[in-house]
């Protein structure tokens, strides 16, 4: 057993986020999110949600902060309002690292770029257009 690591993440997310390397980026998908067809390793996080699983996530790995953007959120369509889920994704990421830096997204480029990630994480959020891509930065002691 480790001390300090959120219940949130599993071992197998855990695996996942040591063996990605300055730059690469993950997907936390929202329940509707299609994973399984994209082609990166999906890792199912059942009954969690999309800020369980991003609160957690920040805790153990910081974001790129030499990228234009680190944080990138699948933009929303057909005039759909803005989810309020994103305020508080924003404010999470705020907490953990002061340089977060927010892009947004345009839906079937979010699928192309999620198709390159490192890995999707499977949420079961419930709010839609709670997908996010993080890009991660260099861990410095």
């Keep these: 057993m480790l001390k ?3 219940v949130a993440l599993s ?7 040591d063996e990605m390397g300055h730059g690469d980026e ?4 929202d329940g509707n999110f299609p994973s399984g067809n994209l082609g990166p ?4 996080a059942d009954g969690l949600g ?5 609160d957690a996530i920040l805790t153990v790995i910081p974001l790129d902060t030499y990228a234009p953007s680190n944080f990138m959120l ?9 989810p309020t889920i994103w305020k508080e994704y924003e404010d999470i990421a705020n907490q953990h690292d002061p340089n977060v830096h927010i892009e947004k997204i ?3 480029a979010f699928y192309e770029r999620a198709k390159k990630a ?3 994480v499977q949420t079961s959020e419930t709010a839609i257009y709670a997908n996010i891509i993080l890009k991660k930065g260099v861990v410095h002691k």
């Design 74 to 82: 699948m933009e929303t369509t057909n005039g759909d309002p803005t």
């Design 106 to 108: 345009e839906r079937y």
């Design 41 to 44: 390793k999906v890792i199912r």
């Design 11 to 17: 071992p197998e997310l855990l695996k996942v986020l």
């Design 4 to 6: 300090n690591i959120p």
């Design 26 to 29: 993950i997907v936390i998908g």
């Design 118 to 120: 490192y890995a999707i």
């Design 50 to 54: 999309g800020k369980e699983i991003l």
